[in-house]
Structure formats: C-alpha cells, structure tokens
C-alpha cells in the first residue's frame, strides 16, 4: 500500500492515473477537496481509502503497513502571504512525514521546487549538501517554505540522523498539463494562453523590466507533466542513489516560444501583446530557469523528456480544446 498526498491535485491526480494504469489501486490518498471541482481530478481513478488533509498525523498513527510514501500535497501558491499557514502545510507536515518514513523504514517521495533557486544567480545544481543549500536565496514564501525543508533534510543526512532507506526531493520546474483547473492564478501559462486564445483573444506576456531581456524573452524549463510521473514511477520501482534531483526538460524556452506552440496546436496564426508586469512581481520574478539534468541522467534514468511543441500540442488537443478536460 503506498500513501499518496495531495493525490486530488495536479501532479498528485496525474500521478495516480498512471499507478491506476499500472494496475495498482492498493493507494490511501490524502488531500483537501473543499467545495470547489477539485474532487473531478479524482472520479476516473482508484484508490483503496481518503484520508483528510487535517486527519493525516491521527491516520499515521494506526496506518496500515505500507510500501512508500509520496508527499506531494502543499500550499504551492508563489503569492502566498500567510507564513504560519504555508510552513505548516509545507514544512511541518513534510517533517512529520520524513520522520515517520524514517522509523518504519518506508521510501519517501516529496515535491520540492525549482523556486528554491531563486533568481537562479546560484545556478540549478541540485546539489543536497547543507553548505550549497545554503547559498540559495528563494525569492518568496513558497520558495522558502521548500527550500528549510529540504535544507532540513540535508542537515539530518549529514549528521547521520535516522533517514528514510530511500530518499527523493524533487525540484519540479514549471510543470503544465491536464487537472490543473482548480488552481486559479496558478493555472500554467499553457492554460491561461489557450483559454485567451479560444476567446478570440490575443496570447498576453508579460512585458520584459531588463534592457538585456526582450518582451517575450524571458525563459523557463516548462515539463509536460507526464515525464513528472515517468521519474517519480522509476525512483519508486528502482534503487536511485537518495538526494535531491531536479525534474524538467532540461531546456529552457521562452515565453514567447510557448505562445507560438499554443497557437500552432490551435491551427491559427499567432497573435501576441505584451502588458507590463505587475509591481509585486519586480524583484521576485524568475527571467530564466534550466534544470540541470545530469544527475538523474548519471543515476541512470534515460527516457527522453517531451519536446515543448509535443507536450503543449498534446495538452491543447486532448485536453483543453474538448468538453471534458479531466484525466
């Protein structure tokens, strides 16, 4: 049996959909579904019992025996101003989980982010040393949030801690594709552009504030989200060296190359403005983000990741062009 956290969000939902496809439903999953569509990420998929978000350290405490755990449930909003509400959600639980993972020696699994890295000044290394670790600077709370645990984590490996027998923080990078809906201002630029689009409207980016960066040009490592789950089923199933890895295509892309791949998938030709970018996002905006890939490659992972144009064409057509959207 594996516990999966954050099992009715984005990645979680994803996730799930390929343990279903893998022929395994012996799965507990942990969320919040709230009185909103969250819950349609779940209606295709199996799962052999829920447990409520606020119910997780009771449910620990008399849960069966179980295979693994993957820890994706978190506050992922990069706007979030609420401290106390994300380090619980994002640090406490995470805390909670490492331990429990730690004395029933069970594998542990859990999201970190590309938003550790912050401007990106310090590089993508993902180094899990607590002197690198400690050079980066996240630029806002959700970064940060991610960031003390994974720092955490390193300090309890260096100090020879009692750690899970297997261990993977994953440095997400700026992951798009289907069940994504629920998450409001942090749906991915895929979806914000397509639904425009469909609208008769233009694609609209953010003007660039750098002289060395053109409108448009600013860049990011956008993942298809099912390479996401390629990796987290072959560090699941195999024995990887712990740590943490980066997961993204290993590419950067700008937005504007985003943009054309949506109008393309659309068959139309594009149409691009460019606003200027909000006051609360100068000084705490990525320009550029590239995962650097080579130590999941040197621990022996070799599928190919999604090209861009392939990965949007696919969640344009089969997802966000139809009437039923869900996975």
């Known amino acids: 049996m594996i516990l999966l956290t954050g099992a009715a969000g984005f990645i979680g939902s994803n996730l799930l959909a390929r343990l279903n496809a893998a022929g395994i439903a ?24 829920f ?48 331990r429990h993972c730690a004395d029933a020696g069970l594998p542990f699994l ?21 002197d690198f670790l400690s050079t980066l600077q996240p630029l806002n709370l959700y970064g940060w949030s991610k960031h003390v645990f994974d720092r955490r ?10 750690v899970p027998p297997r261990w993977y923080g994953l440095k997400f990078f ?10 409001a201002g942090m749906r991915s630029a895929v979806f914000n552009i397509t639904e ?10 953010f003007a660039s504030d750098r002289p060395d960066i053109p409108d448009g040009g600013q860049s990011r490592d956008f993942v298809y989200v099912e390479d996401l789950c390629d990796v987290m089923l072959w560090l699941l199933r195999g024995n990887a060296p712990s740590g943490l890895y980066n997961i993204g ?15 393309a998938a659309l068959h139309r030709a594009p149409e691009i403005e460019y606003v200027p970018m909000p006051g609360t996002l100068r000084g705490r905006y990525q320009y550029w983000t590239e995962a650097e890939m080579s130590k999941l490659r040197g621990a022996g992972y070799n599928a190919p990741m999604t090209p861009l144009e392939e990965g949007v064409g696919r969640y344009v057509t089969e997802y966000l062009n139809k009437d039923d959207r869900y996975r």
């Open 249 to 263: 295509s290993g590419t950067a892309r700008s937005f504007a190359d985003l943009a054309r791949a949506v109008f």
């Open 26 to 49: 012996d799965v507990v999953i942990c969320d919040t579904l709230g009185g909103g569509d969250k819950w349609r990420n779940l209606r295709r998929h199996e799962f052999a019992d």
């Open 196 to 205: 425009a689009v469909l609208r008769g409207e233009p694609a609209r980016l």
């Open 110 to 130: 859990y999201a970190s982010s590309a938003a550790t890295y912050g401007n990106g000044d310090a590089g993508f290394l993902d180094q899990d040393t607590p």
């Open 51 to 98: 447990v409520p978000t606020d119910a997780l350290r009771d449910w620990l405490r008399r849960a069966p025996a179980l295979e693994a755990v993957i820890h994706l449930g978190a506050n992922s909003s990069t706007t979030a101003s609420d401290g106390d509400e994300v380090m619980d959600h994002n640090f406490a639980c995470s805390l909670m989980l490492w």
């Open 174 to 183: 700026n992951v798009y594709g289907p069940n994504e809906y629920h998450k």
């Open 153 to 162: 984590v390193a300090r309890d490996v260096e100090a020879a801690r009692p």
